[in-house]
């Protein structure tokens, strides 16, 4: 077994996107068999925000915006310095990938979308399905125990739901257009 103090640790992001009639978006992951939120890797030149939400939109066709603190007292425009949003939570998981066991260091975020809009259980042609989910409905999903516990925390905070209408401001980032194709039609 590799020692775990030796294994790569690979930046993430991924978004708790909820929607003001209390749903919150989740992809059904095919290679774990589990739903889960979206996200993926930070690439080379974005920043966490750029990344969450550019994820976001590939994988499930959402224009969301990020919720919650962002201390713009401490960014400085003449010295190029700026301030990001600040994660819900940080994890860290293991991967436990059979050709290269790793950690991602994920930061996961709260965001919000206008409305659980027409999205339901779409499937936007590269083999992921999502869905917007009460918490009754996610809890009837086959989802990983840790994550289990995180849904039911969000869905507990209050805090977090009433960040949607502090932060009604249209989104931040648009998924670039798909060359007349609807990104929700299946192929």
């Known amino acids: 077994m590799t020692d775990p103090g030796k294994l790569a640790r ?31 890797h930070v690439e080379h030149g974005e920043t966490p925000d750029e990344a969450l939400l550019r994820e ?22 003449a010295a190029d310095v700026s301030v990001l949003a600040t994660p819900y939570v940080v994890l860290c ?27 339901d259980r779409f499937d936007h042609g590269g083999g ?18 840790s994550f289990r516990a995180l849904l039911a925390r969000l869905f507990a905070d209050a805090a977090a739901w009433s960040l949607l209408a502090e932060n009604a401001e249209p989104p931040t980032w648009r998924a670039p257009a798909h060359h007349g194709r609807d990104p929700r039609a299946r192929p």
């Open 10 to 40: 690979q930046l993430t992001v991924s978004g708790l996107v909820i929607a003001p009639s209390r749903r919150v978006l989740l992809i059904n992951h095919r290679k774990l068999g589990v739903w889960l939120y979206p996200g993926g």
């Open 93 to 119: 998981e293991r991967i436990n990938d059979r050709s290269e066991p790793h950690y991602h260091i994920d930061l996961v975020y709260l965001c919000g979308a206008a409305e659980a809009g027409p999205l």
């Open 56 to 77: 976001i939109a590939e994988e499930t066709g959402v224009a969301a915006r990020l919720l919650g603190e962002r201390d713009g007292a401490l960014g400085d425009p």
């Open 128 to 145: 992921t399905e999502a869905g917007w989910f009460s918490a009754e409905e996610a809890f009837r999903l086959r989802l990983f125990p």
